[in-house]
């Protein structure tokens, strides 16, 4: 297949075509749905599902160190593309950008598998080297029903590592007390060619359920605040299928499945990403009320990623770069998990205890390219086996009801880690291969983790104290190990020298709740052992990285508020910010946040709502250049900015919402700190110039539910 033919398969319609087309079926399925739902009147009010007419513009936090949403609700700025960008509106979370999707999140300063990113109870771990497609990026959120977060070593129960914290995308089973069904539906247009598309539906009675839940989205290149064209446009689709069965109250049998593919442009890289194919399979059994045990859970998953990225199928060839020519690569993860666990509930103490496991396998093959025979494309070459990674983990955590006040909550795990290096040779900085000094060696550690934590409820006011002390022991993860082109000083190689990360951390706050008054405040400080830091330079033009452990120290903290001026005007205000240090090099932490606050304001009327979102960004001036992690580096201090947008909601119908926004109304030009460097194929000058994100947007979405 030639250049000219690659480029043709991904031809879409013009701008200005798509925007027609978009708001030509919302408003189509706005009417069309509105017209139904006025000749279909429900025979109880248990089918009527009020639609909430709010867009979310912050989460709040919901418990000590915990937050819990529904990935459903529209929010601003404009509805998630994927994990990350819902993730960023979670006091806490940043995200790495890279341009319109596909970012990396990014908690408390912590990247990577500090944090444990779990979706329906399974991890789909991405393939690329250099994270392209992030373990975020194949997670639709709106097709899942619920949103956990856990910050800080606080949790033992859902995986090895998680020293920053835990994430849980969740489906609920069904529940079907008689023969019905359910739907939840919507779509979304909006500016730079935006449109989504989504449909969740569920059909089912008493002895078990059929569910499906499936996106389609898009967006083109959007425009800076200055006008101009940022490449990054992108294009995803999942669908996923669960059938279950539930013979009664207290047992449930769900098998699942999904695939979803898609592709993207970046900036910010010198290649793009053509193909993010996705395979998932899952089984779960729970059982509630087992004599002594009060629930069991079993489950198994298997997850594959199978990811192209080249430089001519979204782009043409930079001649000034180290890709002149056509190039593609073509990687996949094969990743089998599972996990049994065992619940009791006694009088004073809950207790959950059980076993998990998981095998990752990665390979790789690549295209080629000579004068002679031209281009010849990765499915012509054989697959190469680089990594297999296991994991066995034993975990237990409970809760102390010490009195009606008083909890203690703490648990304990331990990790069997090992991974196997099968490269017979590495590629170096010249493209060429030399063999790798590590062939066919394996590698394991035994890592224990724990935690405690003590709450306590205060007789004087509706609030919340607590303070929790963590242990983290996080096994280096693929990235770590394979992706750096440089040992540490004095070892063959990254596989060879990388020593495991330990993270100690306390963590202090309280929570407060009236009927007016939500406030919360959060706190952390922690002292990092072998923290695994990249770091990046140039030698004859070439890009090098080396991957190596520092002593670090962390602290921070969140705040939050949300307050009812009176029934109908709300405010709400969210702060949060990160500080590290590599004591070893006497630097700063590279990749930090800066502070960031969010403040809202909101009106709600019966069935109408209008709010405003302002956003200011700190400036950063605390930078180690040409340090950071496989993704991203300190490319230099970046300026403070304030972001302002406006957003409204109306529910039509008992069944039916709308929710319109401008996101950026000032057309602010500027780019996010933690952020990629604009790539010379589309421009962008040698000297590292973060990528701009996107100027004044408009997005209209409707959801339907019956």
Not at 493 to 520: H, M, S
Request: proline share 5%.
């Amino acid at each position: 297949m030639t250049t000219m033919q690659h480029a043709n398969r991904f031809t879409r319609p013009p701008v200005s075509l798509r925007w027609q087309t978009a708001f030509a079926l919302l408003f189509t399925s706005l009417g069309a749905t509105a017209q139904s739902h006025e000749g279909h009147d429900h025979e109880s009010s248990n089918d009527v599902l009020q639609l909430a007419p709010v867009v979310v513009t912050a989460v709040q936090q919901s418990s000590p160190l915990t937050i819990v949403a529904d990935p459903k609700d529209a929010r601003q700025p404009v509805p998630a593309s994927d994990a990350t960008d819902y993730l960023k509106t979670i006091p806490g979370f940043s995200a790495i950008r890279s341009g319109g999707s596909n970012g990396d999140p990014v908690l408390r300063g912590m990247f990577g598998s500090r944090i444990n990113l779990l979706a329906n109870g399974g991890q789909m771990i991405g393939a690329c080297p250099n994270r392209m497609d992030a373990p975020s990026s194949y997670i639709a959120p709106e097709t899942y029903d619920r949103l956990t977060v856990i910050k800080g070593p606080q949790s033992v129960r859902w995986g090895p590592g998680a020293s920053a914290g835990t994430v849980l995308f969740e489906r609920e089973p069904e529940r079907f007390e008689e023969p019905g069904s359910r739907v939840h539906a919507s779509v979304l247009g909006g500016s730079n060619g935006r449109f989504d598309k989504l449909l969740d539906a569920a059909i089912g009675n008493q002895n078990g359920y059929l569910r499906f839940a499936g996106n389609d989205a898009q967006s083109d290149d959007y425009e800076d605040g200055n006008g101009d064209t940022v490449p990054s446009r992108w294009s995803k689709w999942n669908g996923d299928i669960a059938a279950g069965w539930t013979p009664d109250a207290d047992t449930l049998l769900e098998f699942s499945a999904g695939k979803g593919d898609g592709e993207a442009r970046y900036a910010g890289r010198g290649m793009d990403g053509t193909q993010f194919a996705r395979e998932s399979l899952g089984l779960r059994f729970e059982k509630l009320n087992l004599g002594q045990v009060s629930k069991l859970e079993a489950q198994v998953y298997y997850n594959y990623a199978d990811h192209i990225m080249d430089n001519f199928r979204l782009r043409s060839p930079d001649p000034t770069s180290m890709m002149p020519m056509p190039m593609a690569s073509q990687v996949d993860r094969r990743t089998l998990g599972g996990r049994l666990a065992l619940s009791f509930d006694w009088d004073a103490v809950e207790l959950v205890s059980g076993i998990d496991a998981q095998r990752s396998e990665h390979r790789a093959r690549r295209s080629s390219y000579s004068m002679m025979t031209g281009y010849t494309d990765a499915d012509e070459f054989a697959w190469e086996k680089d990594a297999v990674m296991h994991n066995y983990g034993l975990f237990s955590e409970a809760t102390w009801h010490q009195s009606d006040l008083t909890r203690w909550i703490g648990g304990a795990r331990l990790d069997r880690a090992s991974v196997k290096d099968y490269r017979v040779g590495i590629r170096n900085m010249m493209g060429m291969t030399t063999p790798n000094p590590t062939a066919g060696q394996s590698r394991s550690d035994t890592l224990p983790s724990g935690f405690v934590r003590y709450e306590q409820d205060l007789t004087a006011m509706p609030a919340t104290v607590y303070a929790g002390l963590g242990h983290a022991e996080r096994f280096p993860d693929y990235w770590e190990l394979f992706s750096a082109s440089l040992a540490p000083t004095g070892e063959l190689n990254a596989f060879d020298g990388i020593e495991p990360e330990k993270t100690t951390q306390l963590d202090v706050g309280i929570q407060y709740q009236d009927a007016r008054l939500q406030a919360w405040a959060s706190a952390y400080a922690g002292q990092v052992d072998d923290f695994i830091l990249f770091r990046y330079s140039t030698m004859m033009g070439m890009r090098r990285s080396q991957a190596y452990n520092v002593d670090a120290r962390i602290a921070g903290g969140e705040l939050g508020v949300a307050y009812d001026l009176t029934s109908n005007w709300k405010t709400d205000a969210t702060l949060a910010y990160a500080w590290g240090e590599n004591r070893s090099d006497g630097q700063p932490l590279p990749q930090m946040p800066p502070l960031e606050a969010r403040l809202g304001l909101s009106y709600e009327q019966n069935d109408w709502s209008a709010g405003a979102l302002w956003r200011l960004v700190r400036a950063q001036n605390r930078v180690d250049e040409g340090a950071g992690n496989v993704v991203g580096q300190d490319i230099g201090s970046s300026a403070g900015f304030g972001v302002f947008s406006l957003n409204g909601a109306w529910r039509m119908t008992e069944q039916v919402k709308l929710s319109v926004g401008v996101d950026n109304l000032f057309d602010k030009a500027y780019a996010e700190h933690l952020n990629l460097a604009g790539n010379s194929a589309f421009g962008f000058p040698a000297d590292p110039v973060a990528i701009n994100e996107p100027g004044r947007s408009l997005w209209a979405k409707v959801d339907f539910d019956f």
